[in-house]
């Protein structure tokens, strides 16, 4: 089994010098670093990780806790964070949460317990305060989240500012009965864009009604069952904002089942931009989300957070949605923009 020694006979350099390489020391040189790569690979030598962490007090870990890895969003944003880390020198962890405070907890816990280096988290549970008491061992950098009273860096979309473009285009469309999807979780982000979606409405005297808001209404089954409710209504919307495109999907199968022209009887938008979007007829009109830069920008920050050990400081990076125009809520012949 090749030793350390062996790779710096063979890269005709000292001991000392590979091992700053292998530690990532910053004051050795590209050249240095390339020849102890070389001797390395030639020698098939793997250095002890756990040995380097003991010495550096770092892991080279970072734990990304998630909600549901099969939703569309997350699973792109985690292969960007992924490709991020490992361009930087660092795994992943992927810690599914289920929306579960406990869970939430023990997987925080692995900073606490020194496995992790730092967490990097797209949702959270827990009240606020309960989550900050973590800070004391480890950055912790929000992404996709936004919360007023934390200390921390937030990479996040503009909720308020995407709710209110929503209703804006189909304003602009000419309707003014509109309904409103919602995937039922709990958060400043949700309830900033419905304040956005709804203060596009109140600009011109229009309100949402309480019966055309939907809760909890997250899969394609959820989407056929909104528009069984909207079949039984007296007064139907003409445009729905389905906060999915999942449950766009399953409201345009029922709606051409129920041979509803679309998007002459009702439009529909989207969100996520997922393929599925792409290859409804119609095609739908959906939220486009900046997930490779929110996702660079998370990583960047945490990659800093990190080496600079300053875990609290108030850093908001907020990043805006735009709306990829289809044909569930423009005909082709108008259609101006797509994606």
């Known amino acids: 089994m090749s030793t350390i020694e062996d790779v710096a006979k063979l890269a005709g350099l000292s001991r000392t010098t590979v091992s700053r390489v292998l530690n990532d020391h910053p004051y050795v040189s590209d050249e240095k670093k390339k020849l102890v790569q070389q001797a390395m690979e030639q020698l098939g030598f793997v250095p002890n990780s756990a040995a380097r962490s003991l010495r550096n007090q770092k892991t080279g870990i970072i734990a990304v806790l998630i909600p549901k890895i099969s939703t569309s969003f997350f699973s792109q944003l985690l292969d960007v964070l992924e490709m991020k880390a490992s361009d930087k020198g ?36 827990n009240e606020w305060s309960v989550i900050d008491s973590y800070l004391q061992y480890g950055p912790i950098v ?56 709804k203060s596009a409405l ?63 009887d009702l439009a529909v938008v989207g969100y996520d931009n997922m393929e599925i979007a792409k290859l409804l007829e119609p095609m739908v009109t959906t939220v486009v989300l900046p997930v490779e830069e929110m996702a660079t920008k998370a990583m960047d920050v945490m990659y800093e957070k990190i080496h600079n050990k300053h875990y609290r400081s108030l850093e908001k990076h907020e990043f805006l949605s735009k709306l990829a125009l289809r044909e569930s809520t423009i005909y082709r012949r108008n259609l101006v923009a797509t994606s």
């Open 202 to 264: 109140s600009e011109v005297g229009l309100y949402l009604h309480e019966k055309l808001y939907f809760e909890k209404a997250s899969t394609y089954e959820d989407g056929k069952n909104v528009f069984a409710q909207i079949l039984k209504m007296q007064v139907k919307p003409t445009a729905i904002f389905t906060g999915s495109d999942l449950v766009a999907a399953g409201i345009i199968s029922e709606a051409r089942t129920a041979d509803w022209r679309l998007p002459g």
């Open 90 to 125: 660092y795994q992943l962890i992927i810690c599914q949460t289920q929306y579960s405070k406990q869970k939430e907890k023990n997987y925080l816990n692995l900073l606490k317990t020194r496995q992790v280096d730092g967490v990097i988290m797209t949702s959270f549970e």
């Open 142 to 197: 929000l992404c996709n989240e936004y919360v007023e009273d934390a200390h921390i860096p937030m990479v996040y979309i503009n909720q308020a500012k995407t709710g209110y473009m929503i209703a804006k285009h189909l304003l602009e469309r000419g309707h003014t009965q509109m309904a409103y999807c919602s995937n039922g979780i709990v958060s400043e982000g949700m309830a900033a864009r419905i304040h956005g979606f």
